[in-house]
């Protein structure tokens, strides 16, 4: 088939499972994207690498740049391709974007820079900071939104400046997670720029997320519970609220299992990759650190999540 760029659609935002040294286990992970790419017709068009599921704050730059191509090489003939890039300045984060396009990214998921996160920023450098980097690496963008209750935040104006005046912005992360806040932005937007894809990330209330009318979604827990969240969207658009409250009902103990009712964080990360130890998907659920093990407290609670969602292990033999 021919490749056709998608970016109004389900991208998993990956994990990556490694060796207790902290190597990257290469095959396993080839395996992993094999079985997210069975989920393609599902909805499930797209692929995000180094994002904060995939631990790319815990991973050098070379290490960023080769997940990135083992995702094109295993599952980019079909699906759209999409690597994070967090960086504190503009020169870096140009490079690390000229990295990822080398790799085989279709695009860049372009987070802000964390000093903002603290110290707030100038209200004109994030329109400068995406323009750049576009231009810098001449590859489409994907705008990381941060929550509204941080400092890193970019209001509704500045998103509709980069969205009509950026040529290689393709969609937003929307990560506002307030929701009158967030509905607003998404119902403006879809006014002012039509054609820009509008994604949820709220990965710990995902069916809710989706009402104000979303193009797709990028989440880690799509990651490890594909056929649930892909059934979700297809419900969203052509069934009923009641068969959405349903599907909600069973993706909701494992959603709590993880993200324990706040939103994704490194220990949620953790959590994420015990689901896919207990559906057979990972061998072991290794973090980099300064994230820790989990307890076995905290396993056996993922564990009741995943049997409560009628969650069922995966064969990995056929990949």
């Known amino acids: 088939m021919i490749k056709t760029k998608n970016f109004k659609t389900i991208f998993p ?91 085989g990214a279709d695009a860049i998921l372009l987070m802000p820079p964390h000093m903002w996160l603290r110290f707030g920023m100038n209200p004109k450098s994030p329109f400068e900071w ?9 590859i489409d963008i994907i705008i ?14 500045t998103l509709i400046k980069m969205c009509t005046e950026i040529p290689h912005v393709k969609g937003i992360k929307m990560g506002t997670r307030v929701q009158s806040v967030y509905e607003e932005e998404v119902r403006t937007l879809r006014k002012e720029s039509p054609d820009t894809a509008l994604l949820t990330c709220h990965d710990e209330t995902i069916c809710n997320s989706l009402f104000p009318g979303m193009d797709g979604a990028i989440l880690g827990f799509a990651g490890c519970i594909p056929e649930l969240i892909s059934k979700a969207f297809k419900i969203y658009r052509t069934g009923t609220c009641q068969e959405l409250h349903d599907i909600d009902d069973k993706i909701f103990p494992v959603e709590r299992a993880i993200y324990r009712g ?20 990972f061998d072991n659920a290794h973090m980099r650190k300064p994230v820790l093990p989990l307890t076995d407290e905290s396993k056996k609670t ?18």
């Open 13 to 103: 935002a990956i994990s990556v499972p490694m060796n207790d040294d902290d190597t990257i286990k290469e095959a396993e992970f080839r395996k992993y994207l094999d079985w997210l790419e069975t989920f393609y017709d599902d909805g499930i068009q797209g692929i995000v690498t180094n994002g904060h599921t995939g631990e790319i704050t815990a991973l050098s730059r070379e290490e960023r740049k080769r997940v990135t191509q083992i995702a094109a090489d295993e599952v980019g003939d079909k699906m759209t391709i999409v690597s994070g890039v967090s960086s504190e300045n503009t020169r870096d984060a140009i490079e690390t974007a000229k990295d990822a396009k080398e790799a």
């Open 262 to 281: 706040g939103q994704p964080s490194g220990e949620a990360h953790a959590r994420l990759k015990q689901v896919l130890v207990d559906r057979g998907v």
């Open 144 to 157: 990381h939104l941060y929550p509204a209750t941080t400092k890193a935040f970019y209001p509704l104006d």
């Open 302 to 319: 993922i564990a009741e999540g995943v049997a409560a969602s009628g969650l069922d292990k995966v064969d990995m033999s056929k990949f």
């Open 130 to 138: 995406v323009k750049d980097v576009a231009e810098g690496a001449d």
